[in-house]
């Protein structure tokens, strides 16, 4: 069974500081990625997604994530933080199963992000 | 602009009460899923339904049901609340089983006393 592993609860970085939340995956072939963010008492929202093609991906507000199928990671990546990035961020694999589920996503248990002024 | 909406975005309510938790989307997708978010436990599953009269368990369904009658709503029934329902729900939407991608409602947060 595909599943996802998100394993930093809770990161704290300095503002204008690098940021990187790891994520790993089990599959055995090609995974369809996501990374979610959840700001606080919202609801998530996606901000970038891997199919296939370029193994870097960009998404909203300054993100980029990349796949390497050989760690089977798809890692979180920001140049320079910004406090309004303190939120949680979800890991997601699309479940390709053959089973009644496909179509559904897999998520990690998140990573809680705090930024330091 | 589309949209997926849910109500009430606060609800308390009694142990053993029926309750009603409706969400609506105007994107026109044939997915929608049930989450419950809670500390420690990331997103669970409830229900999901992939089309108007089709509805599937998720990994935590017990002590709820959802019915789909239409395209654009899937409301989650607690049959009969208990305290272990006190959580945070999230309705989400997809276009089908090949795009994946889910697009989430505000949340509802419900507390059973």
């Known amino acids: 069974a595909q599943s996802v592993t998100q394993p930093d609860i809770h990161i704290t970085v300095s503002e204008g500081a690098s940021l990187e939340l790891r994520c790993n995956y089990s599959y055995g072939a090609t995974p369809y990625l996501f990374w979610y963010v959840q700001s606080p008492g919202q609801g998530l929202q996606l901000l970038l997604k891997y199919f296939s093609g370029d193994t870097l991906v960009q998404g909203i507000k300054g993100f980029e994530a990349e796949f390497k199928r050989s760690q089977s990671s798809f890692n979180l990546r920001k140049p320079s933080v910004h406090w309004s990035d303190a939120a949680e961020y979800f890991c997601?694999?699309?479940?390709?199963?053959?089973?009644?589920?496909?179509?559904?996503?897999?998520f990690g248990k998140g990573t809680k992000l705090s930024v330091k002024p | 602009d589309a949209e997926i909406t849910q109500s009430p975005r606060h609800k308390i309510t009694e142990t053993g009460r029926q309750v009603t938790l409706a969400c609506h989307q105007t994107?026109?997708?044939?997915?929608m899923f049930w989450y419950r978010q809670d500390l420690g436990h990331g997103l669970r599953l409830i229900h999901y339904s992939y089309g108007v009269q089709d509805t599937n368990k998720g990994e935590v369904s017990d002590g709820y049901s959802v019915s789909r009658s239409n395209t654009e709503d899937l409301p989650l029934t607690l049959e009969s609340a208990a305290s272990s329902q006190t959580s945070v729900y999230f309705c989400a939407s997809s276009q089908d089983r090949s795009s994946y991608e889910q697009y989430f409602g505000p949340g509802t947060r419900l507390t059973v006393t």
């Open positions: 994107w026109n997708h044939n997915n």
């Open positions: 997601a694999v699309g479940d390709q199963g053959y089973g009644g589920s496909q179509g559904n996503l897999i």
